[in-house]
């Protein structure tokens, strides 16, 4: 999805790695567009990052008709990977390389930006139901911000039963499995769901700082009830996560190594410095370029880049 804040917001992205920790993050909902209802966990300003994942959108859940489809138009990207995740509902992402790929629950849309991208997302012709899903960012290491753009779409990822618990592997590393979606940074992001409840432990990286988002019933993490709709900061330095899960209840977890880079955000761009983030909307005001090229399947309107003031100074 796109931030659709027409304010841009300046968002500063400190790395907050410590020790183990459970700390509730505060989130925003709102509605996008013609009335798509999201939690917006990250970026927030208590907690900005969580390893290198620098945005998260809880979508729904909720239902559709389809004369009130998902609408997103043409927008661009830059330093960053989006993941998107589905639990319920279809969307169809159309982009600049071309790709044209319908997603639907258990299967992974990953989009590299790398220097230049633009996307737009809809509900696929004619579709109506359930909505449910969530939508991350994951910033790029500095030295692959400008990394060749590209999409891929997985439907074949790592799943296995542990403890009564069903886990698929979305994205990165986990219990020594591997996904096999291309990151550029150690992480992790995993679906964990129990039908019937239970307990599981995980070993999991002392150098990941670690996040759980609920997204169906209720957790608990050392004694502690998580509520459904929460995003928690789980803090750096355990070496395995023991989670209770409650009956149809399902949580994503979600972190990796800290980049140790200045991470800056200016509405759909990811950048080291402010004048990357200036020289993206400005290109984005030029489009189509060589940068960001058309999305010529999508019969919409582009959106548009909130200015980024010149006087108001970004820090790392």
């Not at 659709?4 to 917001?9: A, I, P, V």
């Not at 590393?173 to 995980?202: C, M, N, Q, W, Y």
Request: aromatic share 6%; net charge negative; hydrophobic share 35%.
């Amino acid at each position: 999805m796109s931030n659709l804040n027409d304010n841009g917001d300046v968002v500063e992205c400190p790395n907050l790695a410590g020790r183990p920790t459970l700390e509730a993050v505060p989130s925003h909902r709102s509605v996008l567009g013609s009335g798509l209802p999201i939690i917006r966990h990250l970026p927030s300003r208590r907690q900005r990052l969580i390893g290198p994942w620098c945005f998260l959108d809880h979508i729904g859940p909720t239902s559709l008709s389809a004369d009130s489809p998902v609408d997103v138009g043409t927008h661009p990207h830059t330093g960053l990977q989006t993941v998107t995740w589905l639990f319920e509902g279809a969307l169809l992402h159309k982009d600049s390389l071309g790709y044209e790929q319908v997603i639907e629950p258990g299967q992974l849309n990953l989009m590299t930006a790398g220097h230049g991208i633009c996307h737009s997302e809809e509900s696929p012709p004619g579709f109506s139901g359930p909505m449910h899903g969530l939508q991350f960012w994951i910033a790029l290491p500095g030295e692959h911000e400008d990394t060749t753009p590209a999409f891929a779409h997985h439907t074949d990822l790592p799943h296995w039963e542990k403890d009564g618990m069903s886990v698929t592997l979305v994205v990165g590393e986990l219990d020594g499995r591997h996904s096999p979606a291309k990151v550029f940074s150690p992480l992790v992001g995993a679906d964990i769901e129990a039908h019937e409840g239970g307990t599981l432990t995980l070993p999991v990286p002392a150098s990941f700082e670690l996040g759980l988002c609920i997204n169906q019933g209720h957790a608990h993490v050392e004694g502690n009830r998580l509520d459904v709709g929460e995003l928690y900061y789980l803090g750096q330095g355990r070496e395995q996560l023991t989670l209770t899960l409650e009956p149809g209840s399902r949580v994503m977890l979600l972190g990796g190594e800290p980049l140790h880079q200045p991470v800056l955000l200016w509405w759909n761009f990811v950048g080291r410095d402010q004048a990357r983030l200036e020289q993206a909307v400005a290109d984005w005001d030029n489009w189509p370029n060589n940068r960001f090229g058309e999305v010529t399947a999508y019969q919409g309107k582009p959106l548009k880049a909130p200015r980024l003031d010149p006087q108001v100074r970004l820090k790392g």
